[in-house]
């Protein structure tokens, strides 16, 4: 069969057409791989390949730099010795598990530095899949990242240096909360023995009963004062609350029978009226004194009113809390006032401090409640609050929830 002069300088042209466009395939695989390796001299990381087995078969030339070392000392398994002692096991671990399992590998490792110092670095490799790959089976880079650990210890420790700032700032605050929740336990206690003074110069035994009643009601009112003067200091110095599960509308009962002990309440009618039982978790001592502080600052509001009636109510609020409202019959809160009477040294009282109802928001707000003025509950003044309900097992519920 004669050959076709036709067809050999069509097979031939084919053939130069397949080597240009190898040849331009190499030429475009050699520019790729030359960008890729300006692209990492470029860049922080130091790339590095391993073997089957894990030993490291090559690294780029910045590991000298970060260690002083020459990159024979990063092959096989010698790059440990640059491992922070603390990390070198974990690291290990890690790397082994990834090399058995062929899964992506990364971590944060410590390491040796030129000056004997240690940074943090990041670890990342991938294996390749292609039998073909020889030695080189892991692709992977290292990163330097110790100005990102530094960068979030800073702010670690801005946050803890805020929250010890605001603790420290809202201890003035406290102090004079102290002072505004002692002063009626405190006066009651110095009429109390006052009174069993005088009792003792001209009372012979009959007069026992009414002076061991007076020596009880003064025990009481210390035992309160001492109570929270350390819940104060533990949430000051802790900056936390200790909460469990309380029956709220016996709550309001003990805070009732502790507010109308101040001669002021003459002639005031505080009724607990509850919907049902309601549980909520609830520091026992925090609460039953915002609930004081929010009566006496009713009964004081009432003082000029013919008619002087207090009424705290209990009813289920939003989805997982109860509600509280604590209502009077007195003159009401202005409107202009209404927006600042929670704010700190604020009062429209020519006798007030200015904390009491502050101190009430930010003991409810730390038990995850809310505290506000109802506008629309009729004449006089109704404070609202919420507090978490509490199930039946007892169980507080998980942070966020």
Sequence with gaps: MIADPADDARIAAEIAERDAELE??????????????????LSSLVPWTAD????VTAVGKRWREWTGAPLQRA??????DFVHPEDLEPLLQAWTRAVWTGRRFEREWRMRGADGSYRWCYARAAKRGDPS??????????EDIQERHEAEDAYRRAQTELAHVSRLSAMGAM?????????QPLTAIAQYVRGCKRMLGGVEGAGKPDLAEGLEEADRNTVRASEIVRRVREFVTRGTIETRRENLPALI????????????AAGVDCRVRPDGDCFVFADRIQ??????NLIRNAIAA??????????????PGPPGYCEVSVSDTGPGIPPEAAPRIFDPLYTTRADGMGVGLSICRMIVEAHGGTIWIDAKAGPGATIRFTLPVAPVDGQAPAAGE
Aim: charged content about 30%.
């Design 253 to 264: 009962e003990e805070a009732c029978r502790f507010a109308m002990n101040d001669p002021s």
């Design 287 to 292: 609460i039953r004194q915002v609930l004081v």
């Design 52 to 55: 089957r087995e894990g030993r």
């Design 133 to 142: 790959a020889g030695d080189r089976v892991w692709y992977g880079t290292l």
């Design 75 to 80: 092959l096989g398994t010698d790059w440990v």
């Design 175 to 183: 102090a004079t909360a102290i002072a505004h929740d002692l002063n």
């Design 302 to 315: 009432m003082e000029q009113s013919p008619k002087r009636s207090i009424v705290i109510r209990t009813e």
């Design 24 to 41: 331009q395939a190499q030429e475009q695989l050699r520019e790729s791989e030359e960008l890729y390796r300006h692209v990492i001299e």
